[in-house]
Every structure is written in C-alpha cells, then in structure tokens.
Nanobody, 113 residues
Framework: QVQLVESGGGLVQAGGSLRLSCAAS????????MAWYRQAPGKQRELVAVISSYGMTNYVDSVKERYTISRDKNTVYLQMNSLKPEDTAVYYC?????????WGQGTQVTVSS
C-alpha cells in the first residue's frame, strides 16, 4: 500500500514563490507517473503538472513557464514562481502505478493580490 504526504503550502503575495513536496512511502513495486492537481472552490479538479518515471514532464497552459515539476526517488516537487491570485487552490499530489492510483491529502495554496 502506498501513502502520499504533502507539505509546503501556505499564504503568499502575488509574484511570490512556493515549493510543494510530496513523499511516497509504503509497499511500492513501481511508480509510472506522479502529478500535481489543484481544485478551487466550486470548480473541478484539474491536472496541473505530471512527470513520468523517465522524467518527461507536461503542464497545463496556465502554469507553463512558471511552474516546474521534478522528482527525486519517490518524492515529487512542484516549484511555483510568479504566483497569481488565480493559482489559489488546494493542491493534491497523485501517484499511479500498475494496478493502483493514490492521492495525497491536499495542501492549501493561497495567493493574495
């Protein structure tokens, strides 16, 4: 069984930066990909960034050139720069492998104008 523990959320002013971390632990045979999602109040959860086991990355258009997803062993990071109020949301870590799909508990990111 895999568990994900997130950290790094908080309150920042527009233009500031945050770095989110997500550590995977437990019985892990393989992780095919890890990703960050976000969900604002009243809105559907959206995929923000994903990184494969080979290090290939993709981003939603609204965060390209501002966010960077990276991986070290079983930990995934999301570096968020030039933050905007519209980035405010609960950010969730997600990991997928063969036959499993696990979510973190979520961490709040609030960007003030």
């Amino acid at each position: 069984q895999v568990q994900l523990v997130e950290s790094g959320g908080g309150l920042v002013q527009a233009g500031g930066s945050l770095r989110l971390s997500c550590a995977a632990s437990g019985t892990i045979f393989s992780i095919n990909a890890m990703a960050w999602y976000r969900q604002a109040p009243g809105k559907q959860r959206e995929l923000v960034a994903v990184i494969s086991s080979y290090g290939m990355t993709n981003y939603v258009d609204s965060v390209k050139e501002r966010y960077t997803i990276s991986r070290d062993k079983n930990t995934v990071y999301l570096q968020m720069n030039s933050l905007k109020p519209e980035d405010t949301a609960v950010y969730y870590c997600n990991a997928v492998g063969r036959g499993w799909n696990v979510w973190g508990q979520g961490t709040q990111v609030t960007v003030s104008s």
